[in-house]
């Protein structure tokens, strides 16, 4: 049996620092908004507030979990820290969700009795919050496809961005109507679309702690693959999972035939995978073709 195993940055550990200045831009802003959602006594402003209290929560706990991932394996964690990364991922996931939730509640309260709102001001504070979300989201775009951390972390600044604009758009219509119903309705409707891109993440970050295979991996492909290395008569018991985003591992049996030794045949079909395939740490066990197992999987 021969192990490939080195220790792999995972992908969202090379974009911390644009995480940390999102973070630190949307922290200051936090601060703000909760004093101007007060103030205005706006549902829909208080709402982003609520969302930017969970963004600045989120990417709080996203750069921890890049932290922690880096540190190095050890005896008791051999795979090292990589989860905490998709753990972060599903938090974030969950808290939104919650977050919506709770919005589309208070809205429906505040629809039996609109109460007047100061829009004014409720348009500037949430002017500013646009400006903050959409460079939030401008240094987090390329990041996102990188992982499921990140993709995570701007989620949370795009669902962000998304309430800013509902909110510019329920002052608008106060402000030249009166009509203060447009304050919970734009609520709302920002609670409703924050809901599939976040379910998706959710369902990601859930297929990755629950060891599916990764969506970058064909595992027909990669099976016949390795059956095509010349001295393989077959492969059985084919697994391939992600440690975190961008970080994939495997562990196959492969049974071999006379015409090559253990070592050589092991440095071919290292090579298939890890050059073809998005596949980091691989695991094969040689088989003799006499050699048996009682019960053989996938």
């Known amino acids: 049996m021969n192990e490939k195993n080195t220790q792999t940055v995972s992908a969202a550990s090379k974009h911390k620092k644009n995480l940390l200045i999102v973070l630190s831009f949307s922290g200051t802003y936090l601060i703000a908004e909760v004093i101007g959602g007060i103030l205005t006594n706006s549902l829909a402003l208080l709402a982003d507030a609520a969302h930017m209290l969970t963004d ?3 990417l709080l706990l996203a750069f921890i ?12 964690k051999t795979f090292g820290y990589y ?3 998709i753990l972060a991922a599903v938090i974030n996931a969950v808290v939104l969700l919650g977050i919506s939730v709770y919005v589309l ?12 709102v100061q829009s004014k001001s409720m348009l500037i504070v949430a002017g500013i919050g646009l400006v903050v979300n959409i460079a939030g989201m401008l240094i987090l775009r390329k990041d996102s496809e990188a992982s499921l951390n990140m993709k995570g972390a701007y989620f949370e600044v795009l669902s962000d961005m998304l309430t800013s604009v509902g909110v510019m758009i329920a002052g608008v219509i106060m402000l030249t109507t009166n009509w203060y119903y447009a304050d919970p309705l734009i609520s709302a409707a920002i ?9 998706r993440l959710l369902k990601e970050a859930v297929n990755v702690l629950l060891e599916s295979t990764p969506k970058d991996v064909d595992i027909d492909v990669l099976r016949k693959s390795l059956e095509q290395v010349p001295g393989v008569k077959s492969v059985h018991d084919l697994h391939v999972w992600s440690l975190t985003s961008g970080v994939n591992a495997m562990s196959s049996h492969i049974v071999k035939d006379d015409t090559i030794t253990q070592n050589q045949l092991l440095e071919k079909l290292t090579e298939e995978t890890t050059s073809r395939f998005t596949i980091s740490h691989t695991t094969f066990q040689i088989e003799e073709e006499s050699y048996q197992e009682d019960v053989t999987h996938y």
């Open 65 to 76: 979990a890049i932290k922690i991932g880096e540190r190095k394996a050890d005896s008791k």
């Open 83 to 85: 989860r905490t990364e």
């Open 191 to 199: 609670g409703l679309l924050i809901f599939p891109r976040t379910w």
């Open 56 to 58: 600045v929560v989120g």
């Open 105 to 116: 509640f208070e809205a429906y309260q505040r629809f039996k009795s609109p109460p007047e």
